[in-house]
């Protein structure tokens, strides 16, 4: 067979059915090899988008995610994506095409070193040079994209390359089961645990990663130990559990922080050093256990004195059993904390300024959206409202990142999630800065017919660096923008667009355009002259 129908069977035996991506000349063998095999390719208006729906993909169901572009810049087009999946821990794997390597007549219109580029980005980059290297290379690929941690991975295929004929046959994924840790540090850890007076539970990104809820809800319900989440491990415990402190979205003075403050014992389970460091710690202040998939990246902040490396949830369920709920634990100023944070967090629900208040639009939000649905958070001002009000019921219903945390990913990654999830509701949040850096996305979402509703927060500029501009005491200048009418924009694009003119009107808009098909654009004037007092000085100041 040809080495690019070799290829397909390769990614149809990596349980690939779908690839998201822009075509060019030089992979259009593999696009015929692809319509011929049944596989679906979701054309898109951008490769930056395509890596960014691929990533989400992977980021939701454990399995990397496939994005296509050509050579030069299609391939260059995908490095933001490539570091949005590396930096997030999202498998994905990226398929870019190259001119002949062996006979080329063009010398080097096009050419840049793609293999070179993707080489700082990913977990592994390679050209493929012979029809016999596709078996190995794409398993190898798939393998390292989705092992922990996972991340990018790279193949250049050239088309003299895909046109080789072959008989190589394709390498079926082995059965693969994580260590589990050694009964030593499963030890140690219950001691340690079981010693504290003030124990803490934190629950990171890589408890998100692969699902390891069921373990920690048992453990949170079994042990009695409060629990914080990071912003990319929200929702891996149920957030209106009675024992929940909050989510470490702010960097200091938050109530989360005065549970930390007082706690003598952090469990931290998957923590991720890419993330803000959601507490610092000062030598002898208190003790961190770490559970993780690997060892403890130490740093200035993070240097734990007890480690427990294997899967996670078989470290939890062992540790859960071995502490069991401590008569001398006493959690009451981690209590009086979490009553603090209770009250802050319904005290702006019912505002009815407009444009809307902060916390009224996540209020609306988390009203309008069943337990299972899916929030995506482009990168603004309101994913620190949205990470610290918005209560997640289940794993992965609120999609930010808070790793390399890039803008116009928010409407890309809400395509990806319906298409994983197409019986769930599924929103869009975005800021008008981030909105516009992948807007032609539209169109796609009209093209397959989606049911997806986008909020277009919009302030008019860049809200959050105006509002970190602001703290640093410095005039505002260079954060104002102009915007097209998103009620006709979207309404080019063959979706529905909506202007509401109040906070009750954009919870009724919201609630009847999640429920009616297609997809929707709502344009939502927003007010953040709250951020300083709510997301600054406030919390610490109303504790």
């Given at each position: 067979?040809?080495?690019?129908?070799?290829?397909?069977?390769?990614?149809e035996?990596?349980g690939?059915?779908?690839?998201?991506?822009?075509?060019?000349?030089?992979n259009?063998?593999?696009?015929?090899?692809?319509?011929a095999?049944?596989?679906r390719?979701v054309?898109?208006?951008?490769?930056?988008?395509a890596?960014?729906?691929a990533?989400?993909?992977?980021?939701l169901?454990?399995?990397?995610?496939?994005?296509?572009?050509?050579?030069?810049?299609?391939?260059?087009n995908?490095?933001t994506?490539?570091?949005?999946?590396?930096?997030?821990?999202?498998?994905?794997v990226?398929?870019t095409?190259?001119?002949?390597?062996?006979?080329s007549k063009?010398?080097?219109?096009q050419?840049?070193?793609?293999?070179?580029m993707?080489?700082?980005?990913?977990?592994?980059?390679?050209?493929?040079?012979?029809?016999?290297?596709?078996?190995?290379?794409v398993?190898?690929a798939?393998?390292?994209?989705e092992?922990?941690r996972p991340?990018?991975?790279?193949?250049?295929?050239?088309?003299?390359?895909?046109?080789?004929?072959?008989?190589?046959?394709?390498?079926?994924?082995?059965?693969?089961?994580?260590?589990?840790?050694d009964?030593a540090?499963?030890?140690?850890?219950?001691e340690?645990i079981?010693?504290a007076?003030?124990?803490?539970?934190?629950?990171?990104?890589?408890?998100n990663?692969?699902?390891?809820s069921e373990?920690l809800?048992v453990?949170?319900?079994?042990?009695?130990?409060?629990?914080?989440?990071?912003?990319?491990?929200?929702?891996?415990?149920?957030?209106?559990?009675?024992?929940?402190?909050?989510?470490?979205?702010?960097?200091?003075?938050?109530?989360?922080?005065r549970?930390?403050e007082?706690s003598?014992?952090?469990v931290n389970?998957?923590?991720?050093?890419?993330?803000k460091?959601?507490?610092?710690?000062?030598d002898g202040?208190?003790?961190?256990?770490h559970?993780?998939?690997?060892?403890?990246?130490v740093?200035?902040v993070?240097?734990?004195?007890v480690?427990?490396t294997?899967?996670?949830?078989n470290?939890?369920w062992?540790?859960a059993?071995?502490?069991?709920?401590?008569?001398?634990w006493?959690?009451?100023?981690?209590?009086?904390?979490?009553?603090?944070?209770d009250?802050?967090?319904?005290?702006g629900?019912?505002?009815?300024?407009?444009?809307?208040?902060?916390?009224?639009?996540?209020?609306?939000?988390?009203r309008?959206?069943?337990?299972?649905?899916?929030?995506c958070?482009?990168?603004?001002?309101?994913?620190l409202?949205?990470?610290?009000?918005?209560r997640?019921?289940?794993p992965n219903?609120?999609?930010?990142?808070n790793a390399?945390?890039?803008?116009?990913?928010?409407?890309?990654?809400?395509?990806?999630?319906?298409?994983?999830?197409?019986?769930?509701?599924v929103?869009a949040v975005?800021?008008d800065?981030?909105?516009?850096?992948?807007?032609?996305?539209?169109?796609?979402?009209v093209?397959l017919?989606?049911d997806?509703t986008?909020?277009v927060?919009?302030?008019?500029?860049?809200?959050?660096?105006?509002?970190?501009?602001?703290?640093?005491?410095?005039p505002?200048f260079g954060?104002?923008?102009?915007?097209p009418?998103?009620?006709?924009?979207?309404?080019?694009?063959?979706?529905?667009?909506?202007?509401?003119?109040?906070?009750?009107e954009?919870?009724?808009?919201?609630?009847?355009c999640?429920e009616?098909?297609?997809?929707?654009?709502?344009?939502?004037?927003?007010?953040y002259?709250?951020?300083?007092?709510?997301?600054?000085?406030?919390?610490?100041?109303?504790?």
């Open positions: 067979m040809k080495a690019s129908d070799l290829f397909v069977k390769a990614l035996a990596e690939v059915r779908v690839v998201y991506g822009l075509p060019g000349e030089e259009l063998d593999l696009l015929e090899s692809m319509r095999a049944g596989m390719l054309v898109t208006r951008h490769e930056q988008a890596g960014f729906m990533a989400t993909q992977g980021r169901t454990g399995r990397a995610g496939v994005c296509l572009a050509t050579l030069g810049p299609g391939a260059t995908l490095v994506a490539a570091a949005y999946a590396q930096l997030g821990a999202m498998p994905m990226m398929l095409g190259q001119k002949p390597i062996k006979v063009q010398g080097h219109f050419i840049v070193d793609v293999v070179g993707m080489r700082p980005l990913t977990k592994a980059t390679r050209t493929l040079v012979s029809a016999e290297h596709v078996p190995s290379a398993r190898e798939f393998r390292r994209a092992e922990e991340g990018a991975t790279h193949l250049e295929l050239p088309e003299d390359v895909a046109r080789e004929s072959t008989d190589a046959v394709p390498l079926p994924p082995g059965v693969l089961r994580r260590p589990v840790a009964e540090s499963i030890a140690q850890a219950v340690t079981a010693s007076r003030r124990p803490l539970l934190m629950i990171g990104a890589g408890a990663r692969k699902l390891t373990m809800r453990f949170v319900d079994r042990v009695g130990m409060p629990f914080f989440s990071t912003q990319m491990g929200k929702g891996v415990v149920d957030e209106t559990h009675p024992l929940w402190m909050g989510t470490a979205a702010l960097s200091d003075g938050d109530f989360v922080h549970a930390i007082a003598d014992c952090i389970v998957g923590h991720d050093v890419i993330e460091p959601p507490f610092v710690m000062r202040r208190r003790t961190v256990v559970l993780n998939f690997s060892s403890a990246e740093d200035p993070y240097f734990p004195q480690q427990v294997g899967d996670i949830a470290a939890v062992r540790i059993e071995g502490v069991g709920p401590r008569s001398h006493d959690f009451a100023p981690l209590e009086r904390a979490r009553a603090g944070l009250v802050q967090l319904a005290s629900a019912a505002d009815d300024r407009f444009p809307i208040y902060p916390a009224r639009l996540v209020a609306e939000v988390r309008a959206m069943p337990d299972d649905g899916v929030v958070l482009d990168n603004g001002m309101y994913k409202w949205f990470a610290r009000y918005y997640c019921r289940r219903t609120l999609l930010l990142d390399l945390a890039t803008m116009g990913a928010g409407l890309p990654s809400a395509i990806a999630a319906k298409l994983v999830h197409p019986r769930r509701k929103l975005c800021g800065g981030g909105f516009m850096m992948n807007s032609q996305e539209l169109e796609t979402a093209r017919k989606l997806l986008v909020v927060v919009r302030d008019d500029g860049y809200g959050m660096i105006r509002w970190k501009q602001g703290e640093m005491g410095l505002d954060m104002t923008l102009g915007n009418d998103f009620v006709r924009y979207a309404e080019a694009y063959g979706a529905r667009g909506h202007r509401p003119g109040s906070a009750t954009f919870g009724a808009t919201l609630a009847r999640l009616s098909g297609g997809v929707h654009v709502i344009d939502l004037p927003i007010d002259s709250d951020n300083a007092r709510a997301l600054g000085a406030g919390a610490e100041a109303e504790q």
